[in-house]
């Protein structure tokens, strides 16, 4: 069956600009969960959503926002892009009681 | 509050040689812990993972790893390592249901030598 599939691989963006990436999960995982990868930072979770709503979110500002729709899909929106936003965003969907995370192949983000 | 210590940054071994990479973790509770490795420009595939039962957890590609309650660790082993291990390594612990997310360990890069 397809993978986590996540979309743009790559976007450049200027400072300022706003960006939405993508995330659409295996079919019939219901979870979708959002990381951050940074060469300083390391993996950050950014936050989780189950059945369109958000359950948990990691300490990132407000700045960072998601959503979920009903096909599971997800969005994650980023707005006044800082330099520092920089990053490979993965995400990773699982089937709710399994507690594994299957991971898509990121979106190399790159503000200038 | 979770966290996960990979002590090697870097590593490197000789192709065939045995491999092993230490994870230390702290958690509150009964912890989930997983093995990942990324290799360069992609995401992240499953080694293996442990959520109770036999300590011992075999994963893909010939790897395994030992999870020991009184340490706080889950080592990840293999017997004789290839040129395609070459990747970065990532120890997680999670608390289960996916609510939580992940905690994740710095990674450590391992380089094989022909």
């Known amino acids: 069956k397809a993978g986590v599939t996540q979309t743009p691989r790559y976007l450049i963006k200027t400072r300022g600009q706003q960006v939405t990436l993508s995330c659409s999960p295996i079919s019939g995982h219901r979870s979708v969960s959002w990381y951050q990868q940074t060469p300083g930072q390391g993996l950050q979770f950014l936050f989780e959503?189950?059945?369109?709503?958000?359950?948990n979110k990691g300490n990132f500002p407000g700045r960072f926002s998601g959503r979920q729709f009903s096909n599971s899909r997800s969005e994650m929106n980023v707005s006044t892009l800082e330099l520092g936003d920089s990053a490979l965003y993965l995400c990773?969907?699982?089937?709710?009681?399994?507690?594994?995370?299957?991971f898509g192949s990121g979106t190399r983000l790159t503000v200038v | 509050a979770q966290s996960v210590t990979q002590p090697d940054i870097h590593i490197t071994v000789s192709e065939g040689a045995s491999l092993e990479l230490r994870c230390n973790y702290s958690y509150g509770a009964t912890p989930y812990l997983f093995w990942y490795v990324q290799s360069p420009g992609q995401g992240l595939q499953l080694l293996l993972k442990?959520?109770?039962?036999?300590?011992l957890v075999q994963g893909i590609k010939g790897f395994e790893a030992e999870f020991k309650r009184s340490q706080s660790s889950f080592n990840l082993r293999k017997p004789s390592v290839h040129w395609s291990d070459a990747a970065e390594y990532f120890c997680?612990?999670?608390?289960?249901?996916?609510?939580?997310?992940?905690?994740f360990g710095k990674g450590t890069h391992l380089i094989i030598q022909p």
């Open positions: 959503y189950f059945s369109e709503t958000q359950r």
């Open positions: 997680a612990v999670g608390g289960g249901g996916g609510a939580d997310g992940l905690t």
């Open positions: 990773a969907s699982s089937l709710e009681g399994e507690n594994g995370y299957t």
């Open positions: 442990y959520f109770s039962g036999d300590t």
